[in-house]
T-cell receptor
């Protein structure tokens, strides 16, 4: 079963614009991770934020986490055509399991 | 190689046949995961291993699906009496982290695309 839901389902922007994707989840978590998937390829880890963190940065990526609202956002600044991909959030639950559950994904298209 | 390797990359089979999909994780990674991904969907959790044992197999859809990791490295996902609905990309991932509720970064393979005719 899917734990997270991303919105929007699809997003189209021009190069140079910022892209914001949101993720909502249902249960208590230990951490939340974002992954990227190019068409027909495997997933690549982007960033991990722990439940006691509120914001994290990595290059052009900024992730926020609001555990009270059970939501997270991924911001990609100054987007490039190469950022075109699907983006998924994934949650690690806070009880005794290492199971990682993925959301439904946001398909990002960046036009040159 | 340095990454997670999955074979075959593509498998076409007929309804009712038996299929095995293989995953070779990154050396030294204790955790190994199997996911299934249908077109336009997120990866759906199937099972994960810590070492040789299946730590959580709650995602296996029914008893036609089985996975093993006998030596704590390579894993095989086995599907009996395949059905058309089993068609999907099967993704394998491995992770360094062990220990409850301490899931770290997963490293994914390119997947095995299964088509059941």
């Amino acid at each position: 079963s899917q734990q997270g839901e991303e919105d929007p389902q699809a997003l189209s922007i021009q190069e140079g614009e910022n892209a914001t994707m949101n993720c909502s989840y249902k249960t208590s978590i230990n951490n939340l991770q974002w992954y990227r998937q190019n068409s027909g390829r495997g997933l690549v880890h982007l960033i991990l934020i722990r439940s006691n963190e509120r914001e994290k940065h990595s290059g052009r990526l900024r992730v926020t986490l609001d555990t009270s609202k059970k939501s997270s956002s991924l911001l990609i600044t100054a987007s490039r055509a190469a950022d075109t991909a699907s983006y998924f959030c994934a949650t690690a639950r806070s009880y005794n399991t290492d199971k990682l559950i993925f959301g439904t994904g946001t398909r990002l298209q960046v036009f040159p | 190689g340095a990454g997670v390797s999955q074979t075959p990359s593509n498998k076409v089979t007929e309804k009712g046949k038996y299929v095995e999909l293989r995953c070779d994780p990154i050396s030294g990674h204790t955790a190994l995961y199997w996911y299934r991904q249908s077109l336009g969907q997120g990866p759906e959790f199937l099972i994960y291993f810590q070492g040789t044992g299946a730590a959580d197999d709650s995602g296996l859809p029914n008893d036609r699906f089985f996975a093993v990791r006998p030596e704590g490295s390579v894993s095989t996902l086995k599907i009996q009496r395949t059905e058309r609905g089993d068609s999907a990309v099967y993704l394998c991932a491995s992770s360094l982290s062990g220990g409850a509720a301490n899931t770290g970064e997963l490293f994914f393979g390119e997947g095995s695309r299964l088509t059941v005719l």
